[in-house]
């Protein structure tokens, strides 16, 4: 793909061509047929970072393509949602000739919600003094009729905010309406409905399953939040401080009474479950453990994490790497089957693709 540029037309065939792709990569799982979930094949990004060009006068969003490292200017962007597309020749027209806020500004971030919230992160090579704070809440201000935008400014060691530096993330799933702080610089889904998708698919397969739920690599309660009504209980561990505090407070935001987060690696619940010691302040013995749900990063499940999963009846495993997907199937086929397949294309055209399987114990 054209850096910045989609091509809906040709967006359903890229995704046959990658769902086909998984088919074929765990054909020798004996797999069902795969379910898929398709993105907007435009303005579908929450997420998204620039560098900031100046020429004379002029001001202008940047990138670099990967193959040549050309820079390429970017007037309008289709990747991004609506929010912040529509938001990015505003903020230019605002700070071209606001010396304050344009001086020595190379790179800006933003992220954006489904709910139509919006943070924007303004990054610089100098020193920011109370002056920049002034003309950011200054513009906040001249934009609030309009924008649902906060402003943080960046420089080395430095971090000024107008407000907060989260945006709340707002929708409904089955008729739970669920909400989700996202922090500036922390893990959040980068396709909002996608995620809406995957939550739903997986809180179908939840519905059908009994007893507890362990998940590993919660993020921000993503899941754990979205599938506590499924469960008795449920235990959700993770080893980033910010998610972990992100999480705890999307607890209370969203009035869950039955889900626990804990701050610690999936090796030491492995060692707690072999050994049936306390998980921290739970005693495991209390509860039937019967689901596990996983969404490791791209390097996948390591040995320890893989026998410990194992163990439970059934596997929920959300995937970003479908080899390193494979990988773990390997050994994970020899004690479960696969109930149920999925793709949730996050990233359009690209190879990149999410992928969903329900596993159960023979």
Not at 31 to 60: K, T
Not at 148 to 175: A, C, H, P, W
Request: some cysteine.
């Amino acid at each position: 793909m054209s850096v910045g540029q989609v091509f809906p037309e040709q967006y359903s065939q890229q995704l046959s061509d990658k769902s086909n792709t998984v088919q074929q990569l765990l054909s020798e799982f004996k797999a069902p047929p795969i379910e898929i979930f398709a993105s907007e094949p435009q303005h579908y990004r929450l997420r998204a970072e620039f560098r900031i060009w100046h020429n004379g006068d002029d001001i202008y969003h940047a990138m670099f393509d990967p193959q040549t490292r050309d820079k390429v200017r970017i007037d309008y962007f289709p990747v991004a949602c609506r929010t912040i597309a529509d938001f990015m020749p505003v903020l230019l027209n605002n700070i071209q000739f606001n010396h304050e806020l344009r001086y020595k500004l190379y790179q800006v971030d933003y992220l954006a919600t489904l709910s139509g919230e919006l943070l924007v992160s303004l990054i610089y090579k100098r020193p920011l003094t109370n002056s920049w704070l002034d003309q950011a809440k200054a513009l906040t201000e001249a934009l609030a009729p309009h924008y649902k935008v906060k402003f943080i400014g960046r420089s080395r060691k430095q971090k000024l905010m107008v407000t907060n530096d989260y945006v709340t993330e707002q929708f409904e799933l089955d008729g739970q309406q669920l909400k989700y702080q996202q922090v500036e610089g922390s893990f959040t889904q980068p396709n909002g409905e996608v995620n809406r998708k995957m939550l739903g698919w997986a809180k179908a397969v939840s519905q059908q399953l009994s007893g507890d739920l362990l998940e590993l690599y919660c993020g921000n309660g993503n899941f754990s939040i979205a599938l506590a009504p499924c469960f008795g209980q449920v235990v959700a561990t993770e080893i980033s401080r910010t998610s972990i505090k992100s999480a705890q407070y999307n607890i209370t935001l969203n009035n869950v009474t039955n889900l626990q987060v804990l701050q610690m690696p999936a090796e030491d619940v492995s060692a707690a479950l072999q050994d049936g010691s306390k998980l921290k302040q739970l005693d495991l013995k209390d509860m039937q453990l019967d689901t596990v749900l996983v969404d490791p990063p791209r390097a996948g499940l390591d040995d320890g994490t893989v026998e410990l999963v194992s163990r439970f009846n059934d596997i929920l495993y959300i995937s970003c790497n479908p080899d390193t997907l494979a990988q773990n199937l390997q050994a994970l086929m020899q004690s479960h089957y696969i109930v149920k397949l999925a793709v949730f294309d996050q990233f359009p055209y690209t190879h990149h693709i999410e992928t969903g399987v329900w596993l159960r114990k023979r």
